[in-house]
Each structure stands twice: as structure tokens, then as C-alpha cells.
């Protein structure tokens, strides 16, 4: 087995590494040692595919079910995992801190966290809080005995404020309170990555998973870009071929979908650890 120190160090290489890195989400266990076995090099949680998970909308999953969520995956491969911690399941420094410490405990050596608040009077803090609460998770992440990637996002393009120079401005906040790597979902253009990437020092993340708003890897290598996560789109996908599938059931009383898993006779064989 390898260590959480060897994992956290081979994370953060893949930081430091020439070219980007595509970061995959899985949503359980059995999906993440399929992408293991793909050979990706590191993995991620989704908030959105966690909470779907149990059954619930993105957003109403406690610290303790995700942090269980989160662990499942840490331990069905030897890869990093690094978790969408959202804001960190309560507003004061002191409770994102508390997260990342949990985080660790859990066998995660990343994690991000996000400006928006979950409230729909007030959908992000004021830079000046946003600051501050990253500054405490990274403080919490230096006090831990390996490397601890933290990740700070702005929600600006996902809660209805798309303004570029605020975007960069937050990120800029968040790099100067020691953040490992950069990340605003929801960038409309890649003429957006590229000011924004030109704007920072640290690595910056890009999200996949939006129509429109997708680009390749070489579009986002050359535009700078670091790290690439999907988000939910791997568990919309596998969700939509169940969805068809049981479709097709009640509609016509066909198995049709049979016909098309040949990828499943591999299923096995990813399981093995």
C-alpha cells in the first residue's frame, strides 16, 4: 500500500510536471478503480456526484457523509484523491480548518474550497471573508505532516456574477493567502482561461462538464492550464446509459442496451486491485 505522504508527494508533482493533467471524478469505489485501471494519475471527489449518490442534491451533504463518501474512494487505489470540500461545511475559518484536518484523517492529501455561501440572499462572501477562510485551510494544511494540495475557487460564473476582473481579483487573494492551485468553474471562453491563467503564478484548474464550455486538453495545455477536472459529466454519463437502458424497458420491453457493454466484460479485471 502506499503511503499518504508518497501520495501527496507524487500530487504534487504532477503539479510541477511539463503539460496538463487530466483529474477525473469518480462518484464510488468500483468507478474509481475503473479509472485507475484506464491509468489516470490522480482522482477527485464531486459534491455533485457524491450527493446524487445518496440521493440528494449537490450541496446537502454533511461534512461526515462526504468525508465517508471521500474515503471509500481514497481507499479502493493506491492514487491521490484530492475532495471538493464546497465551503468547507460551515462559514467561520476556524470550521474550514477543521474540514481540511478531517480531510486529511480521512486519507485525502487535496481538497478545495469554494467562495459561495449555499445562501440565495448573499451566494458568495465578500473577498475580504473569502480571503480569510483560505488563509485559515492553508494554515491547516502546512500543520500537516505531508503536503496537502489545497485548492481555492471562485463561484463567480456559477452563482451569477460574471465579471472576469473580479474573478481574477479573487483568485489573485486567494494565491497571495497560499493556495496551491487556482480554479474558477464556469469560464465562458478560452480567451477567460487564458487571462486568467496569465493573471496567477500557481497552477489553475479547469473544469469540464459544461456544454459550450468544454474545451480539449491541447486547447487548455496552450492556454495554460495546469489540472483538468470533470466534475459530475462522468457520473451524468454513466447515469444517462442507465437511464436509457430503463427506458427502454418500460417502453418497449427490449434489452437492447445489451448489445452495446462490451466495455463491461472488463469490469472484472479493474476490481482487482
Keep these: 500500500m502506499t503511503s499518504q505522504k508518497e501520495k501527496a508527494a507524487r500530487f504534487q508533482a504532477l503539479h510541477e510536471a511539463k503539460g496538463a493533467f487530466v483529474f477525473p471524478n469518480p462518484w464510488d469505489g468500483g468507478s474509481g478503480r475503473i479509472l485507475a485501471g484506464l491509468g489516470f494519475q490522480a482522482l477527485a471527489t464531486s459534491s455533485g456526484a457524491s450527493a446524487n449518490v445518496l440521493g440528494k442534491l449537490d450541496g446537502n451533504v454533511t461534512r ?41 484523517a480521512v486519507g485525502l492529501v487535496g481538497g478545495s474550497i469554494e467562495d459561495a455561501t449555499g445562501e440565495k440572499e448573499k451566494p458568495r462572501y465578500e473577498i475580504a471573508e473569502a480571503t480569510e477562510r483560505i488563509e485559515a485551510a492553508v494554515r491547516a494544511a502546512r500543520s500537516l505532516p505531508f503536503h496537502f494540495t489545497l485548492t481555492a475557487r471562485t463561484e463567480n460564473y456559477l452563482r451569477g456574477f460574471p465579471d472576469l476582473d473580479d474573478t481574477i481579483k479573487r483568485l489573485q487573494a486567494f494565491e497571495a493567502a497560499g493556495a496551491d492551485v487556482l480554479f474558477a468553474p464556469g469560464l465562458p471562453d478560452l480567451d477567460a482561461v487564458r487571462k486568467v491563467c496569465a ?75
Design 199 to 273: 493573471a496567477l503564478k500557481k497552477p489553475v484548474n479547469f473544469m469540464v462538464g459544461i456544454r459550450g464550455k468544454s474545451f480539449t486538453v491541447a486547447e487548455l495545455e496552450a492556454a495554460g492550464v495546469k489540472r483538468i477536472s470533470l466534475a459530475t459529466s462522468l457520473y451524468r454519463a454513466a447515469m444517462a446509459g442507465l437511464v436509457e437502458a430503463a427506458q427502454e424497458i418500460n417502453r418497449s420491453g427490449t434489452f437492447t442496451y445489451l448489445d452495446h457493454m462490451d466495455a463491461v466484460k472488463e469490469l472484472a479485471s479493474y476490481m482487482r486491485r
Design 64 to 104: 461526515d457523509e462526504a468525508l465517508a463518501h471521500a474515503k471509500a474512494i481514497v481507499e479502493a487505489t493506491d492514487l491521490p484523491v484530492a475532495a471538493d470540500l464546497e465551503k468547507g461545511f460551515g462559514d467561520s475559518p476556524d470550521d474550514v480548518a477543521e474540514t481540511i484536518r478531517r480531510a486529511a
